[in-house]
């Protein structure tokens, strides 16, 4: 049974690698959330608050959660009897912060629905703190869907204004022949939230329909308060500096704070591997499916890591390894579109022209496997002139992955000069910062 579990997951990840996400947010490898909120109908919602299962936090404390991303067979199958939970637990088996913070009673009970033609969506539960939300919802088909999946959604607060949501990912790809599909959004704030009262919108498509979603929902603001530990020092990567200057713990994901000497000279994209350490080698990293970081090389970046905030430790150690790094007189490919050439690129040559499809200029990597980002953004013709493409694309089947950018759909001048927001080359470090966590801010 949980072999199958994961065969979904892996299948799940996969499907990810057809979506594609505008060019300005690609430098970091996340899709802004849909801010068009549905605001035609609000419904009657139970306000009844109530915690996750004290039987479910039970279950969860009958195991020791290791370093293992995954969750072992018991405590799955315990969790599996409570209705409903099995298929957030997939979801969420890969990030211990969120396991951790769900057996500490910090994931909150919802059950609130609605159904249109057919189709319902419920709200199940959901995991909140001042700085970001992980939602989990269930959308239920009467009949079974051919590539039923949750389309555009967006958090608003109760009265349908924006909340002040820098990032967030969400939806979902389409699932065939079935009848119920169980997904998360994560949504990182701007700002401390202390909202109690929201609406999730969403728009629910199939093969035979498509039903737009407006549903009210409330939450408690749990008492908490993050731990940020100063750190203020200077690492070297193959002589590119970084200076760490904290690390904020909340319950949701740890945020490390890094800036770049503006006298380096390669241009850093993203750091491929960094994380905590604890004194019995206890690890929390970057999760696979979850916001990863926000920044960029001028303004430095915040880094996102799974959440320690429950767990008790009496030393903590940062590690850097590897880096996305190229030279910065280079971090940009020039492509000839009408004759199929790339005319300039950075040194290493990775870039084989590929294809143009579906308004979607293609190229692949050479001597590159399994690079899961994608690589283009800001579109200027020879004439300097800027486009506003809708996005970048990466399509992959197997090893064989290309990467795209959407051509300009007005007159441009050839070749067109293509900005680099990832790239598959990396300076590695073994960096390892003990933090005083003796030093906390607050």
Do not use: C
């Not at 809708?390 to 064989?400: E, I």
Request: proline residues 3%.
């Amino acid at each position: 049974m949980f072999q199958n579990e994961e065969r979904r997951l892996i299948n799940y990840k996969s499907s990810i690698d057809e979506i594609e996400i505008p060019a300005d947010l690609l430098n970091t490898s996340i899709q802004e959330g849909f801010q068009k909120a549905k605001r035609e109908k609000q419904k009657q919602m139970t306000k009844k608050k109530r915690w996750i299962w004290t039987a479910f936090t039970a279950a969860i404390l009958l195991i020791t959660l290791v370093t293992s991303i995954r969750v072992s067979p018991v405590f799955a199958s315990q969790v599996a009897s409570i209705p409903g939970m099995g298929k957030i637990v997939e979801l969420i088996n890969h990030d211990k912060g969120l396991m951790s913070a769900v057996e500490n009673e910090y994931m909150q009970a919802i059950g609130v629905s609605e159904t249109q033609n057919g189709i319902t969506l419920s709200i199940d539960s959901a995991i909140y703190d001042q700085q970001g939300m992980v939602l989990f919802y269930t959308v239920k088909a009467d009949e079974t869907q051919s590539n039923l999946m949750a389309g555009d959604v967006s958090l608003t607060d109760g009265e349908g204004n924006e909340l002040p949501i820098d990032f967030s990912m969400s939806g979902s790809p389409g699932y065939e022949d079935i009848k119920e599909i169980t997904v998360s959004a994560e949504y990182l704030f701007s700002e401390p939230l202390y909202e109690t009262e929201f609406i999730f919108n969403a728009d629910i498509e199939s093969s035979a329909s498509s039903e737009s979603f407006s549903i009210p929902f409330n939450m408690e603001v749990l008492e908490q308060m993050s731990r940020v530990y100063e750190i203020n020092e200077t690492i070297e990567v193959e002589g590119q500096k970084l200076f760490v200057e904290n690390i904020t713990i909340h319950p949701i994901r740890t945020a490390v704070k890094i800036k770049a000497d503006p006298e380096n000279t390669k241009k850093i994209f993203h750091f491929d591997s960094i994380q905590l350490v604890d004194e019995k080698g206890g690890t929390w990293s970057k999760t696979s499916d979850g916001i990863q970081s926000s920044g960029d090389n001028e303004n430095g970046w915040e880094v996102y890591l799974e959440s320690n905030y429950f767990e008790q430790f009496e030393e903590l150690y940062l590690e850097i390894g590897e880096i996305q790094a190229v030279d910065k007189d280079h971090p940009y490919v020039v492509i000839d579109t009408e004759n199929m050439e790339i005319v300039s690129q950075p040194k290493e040559n990775f870039f084989l022209p590929a294809e143009i499809e579906d308004g979607y200029f293609f190229i692949k990597l050479k001597g590159v496997e399994d690079f899961r980002y994608f690589l283009f953004g800001e579109v200027r013709d020879a004439d300097g002139k800027e486009f506003n493409t809708n996005g970048s694309s990466l399509r992959s089947s197997g090893l064989d992955a290309r990467y795209g950018f959407e051509l300009p759909t007005e007159s441009y001048t050839d070749p067109l000069t293509v900005q680099l927001t990832n790239y598959p080359s990396r300076i590695k470090g073994d960096v390892r910062i003990k933090i005083n966590i003796n030093s906390l801010m607050n």
